[in-house]
């Protein structure tokens, strides 16, 4: 049993080795994250709907944190021992995890992550050594996204780990992707499909990237899922509870993002339109990066009618769209910039947990 007296202290008190402190209910996979670190270390407490030092915020009562948590645990080989409730303080009610020192490592998907000060890091998370000799752009993104790895959302961080095996392919089959020059398009037939493989990679994960943000809002801010939308009672019997509907609602959202209408996707979604972050002339070129996605999935490159309304000066009808890796890679860059920037925003506005 958690003591109140004990908790209302920790309250005075500034994060340390032994304690952090969430305003929101964290995602699964970073609750397993932070309860590993302690485990791992001196054990500790996380209080969630905390601000901060004697700043109580209050947790949301519109979810069960308990299922969050029995899902993190799940996540972690072998199980940690943790207590967890609901605690009322000074009216406002708040969930306290308090989580035993382990004697063996507490791993979350084979990884074992430690407190370090007030921080929780992963153990093997020292840098790689990477270096791209014939194209070292690839390396100074790649040791980029480290850097904005930090104080970021799970989605932009999982992200952008997708973006570093990315800019590594990248570097490993230069031989076919860029034989010749960076700047020319390889003429390779091996090098022209993975090409269009990569590119489209980063596109959908730009988009899986939304929907794991909107998760990460819903479940911080509940009130914005709500709405006059309808669903059907297959879909919610569908969920085995109600954060797998919202990670399903999450991805229905994705709709018109899917099919190239970024637009569309942000005037329906105003948990993301509210972050004003997005010009007019930055939403169309994400739509043109999109197209060239699309025209890469399903017309393996070739132009038709309606990619050619996006780039009627550049292209030909029936003709080969092909770009060289720099190209590539600076539509990459592009990406990775408005990422950052709504990510920054989205944290700053529904105080995510990072």
């Known amino acids: 049993m958690i003591m109140k007296d004990e908790v209302v202290e920790l309250l005075k008190k500034e994060e340390s080795i032994e304690l952090e402190f969430k305003a929101v209910l964290p995602p699964s996979r970073l609750l397993a994250k932070l309860i590993s670190s302690f485990a791992n270390t001196e054990?500790?407490?996380?209080?969630?709907?905390?601000?901060?030092?004697?700043?109580?915020?209050?947790?949301?009562?519109?979810?069960?944190?308990?299922?969050?948590?029995?899902?993190?645990?799940?996540?972690?080989?072998?199980k940690p021992?943790?207590?967890?409730?609901?605690?009322?303080?000074?009216?406002?009610r708040i969930f306290v995890i308090e989580i035993d020192k382990s004697d063996i490592d507490i791993l979350f998907s084979e990884d074992k992550y430690i407190r370090e000060d007030d921080k929780t890091i992963l153990v093997s998370s020292i840098v790689?050594?990477?270096?791209?000799?014939?194209?070292?752009?690839?390396?100074?993104?790649?040791y980029k996204l480290n850097e904005q790895s930090e104080n970021a959302t799970e989605s932009k961080k999982k992200y952008f780990k997708h973006i570093q095996s990315i800019l590594k392919i990248m570097d490993d089959l230069e031989?076919?992707?860029?034989?010749?020059?960076?700047?020319?398009?390889?003429?390779?037939q091996e090098g022209k499909i993975l090409s269009r493989i990569?590119?489209?990679?980063?596109?959908?994960?730009?988009?899986?990237?939304?929907?794991d943000l909107l998760y990460e809002i819903f479940l911080a801010k509940p009130d914005t899922l709500k709405s006059e939308q309808t669903v059907t009672v297959k879909e919610v019997l569908n969920c085995t509870d109600l954060q797998d509907f919202i990670e399903y609602w999450a991805k229905q959202k994705i709709g018109k993002l899917q099919k190239g209408s970024v637009k569309g996707f942000i005037e329906d979604t105003p948990q993301i339109k509210k972050l004003n972050v997005l010009e007019n002339s930055e939403i169309k070129e994400i739509d043109k990066l999109l197209q060239i996605r699309h025209l890469y999935s399903h017309r393996n490159g070739i132009v038709d009618d309606k990619f050619l309304k996006f780039l009627p000066d550049i292209v030909e009808l029936?003709?080969?769209?092909?770009?060289?890796?720099?190209d590539i890679v600076y539509k990459l860059e592009y990406f990775i910039e408005i990422v950052n920037r709504i990510d920054d925003s989205a944290v700053d506005k529904y105080n995510l947990a990072i």
């Open 43 to 78: 054990g500790g407490y996380l209080l969630l709907g905390v601000l901060g030092t004697n700043n109580i915020k209050g947790l949301s009562g519109d979810f069960y944190a308990t299922d969050t948590v029995h899902k993190a645990i799940d996540l972690l080989n072998p």
């Open 81 to 92: 021992i943790v207590n967890y409730e609901y605690l009322d303080i000074t009216g406002k």
């Open 128 to 142: 790689e050594s990477f270096t791209a000799i014939r194209y070292p752009k690839l390396s100074e993104i790649y």
């Open 175 to 188: 031989r076919i992707l860029y034989p010749d020059n960076i700047d020319i398009p390889t003429s390779n």
């Open 198 to 211: 990569l590119y489209s990679s980063f596109a959908d994960n730009f988009e899986t990237y939304m929907s």
């Open 318 to 326: 029936n003709s080969e769209f092909i770009m060289s890796i720099s």
